[in-house]
């Protein structure tokens, strides 16, 4: 098991950037794939990226390729996510998750440990 702690989010205009942060304690880091998640009001939990355990696959959702980048430090048993070009319909409580398992998936289920969640909110 892994315990998660996420950060860096906040209330941003249409047009701005946010950097998300995910810390890891507890088994080895590089042992997990990760991905982040999202959840708006009255709605699902959607993926949004996902990483590999060496950083040699990412995934991203069709709504944020191309604006949000996926990235990890294993030494720092960190993973972020930067957003850029952010939109009102990027607004949510933001997941990360961990994977025990070197690929990652976009499927909710693949993935057993949650952080508590960060709320991003971007204004028009």
């Known amino acids: 098991q892994v315990q998660l702690v996420e950060s860096g989010g906040g209330l941003v205009q249409a047009g701005g950037s946010l950097r998300l942060s995910c810390a890891a304690s507890?088994?080895?880091?590089?042992?997990?794939?990760m991905g982040w998640f999202r959840q708006a009001p009255g709605k699902e939990r959607e993926f949004v990226a996902a990483?590999?355990?060496?950083?040699?696959?990412?995934y991203y959702a069709d709504s944020v390729k191309g604006r949000f980048t996926v990235s990890r430090d294993n030494a720092k048993s960190t993973m972020y996510l930067q957003m850029n070009s952010l939109k009102p319909e990027d607004t949510a409580v933001y997941y990360c998750?961990?994977?025990?398992?070197?690929?990652?998936?976009?499927?909710?289920?693949?993935?057993?440990?949650w952080g508590q969640g960060t709320q991003v909110t971007v204004s028009s």
């Open positions: 507890g088994r080895a880091f590089s042992r997990y794939a």
């Open positions: 990483i590999s355990w060496n950083s040699g696959w990412r």
């Open positions: 998750a961990a994977r025990n398992g070197i690929a990652p998936t976009t499927k909710r289920s693949d993935y057993a440990d």
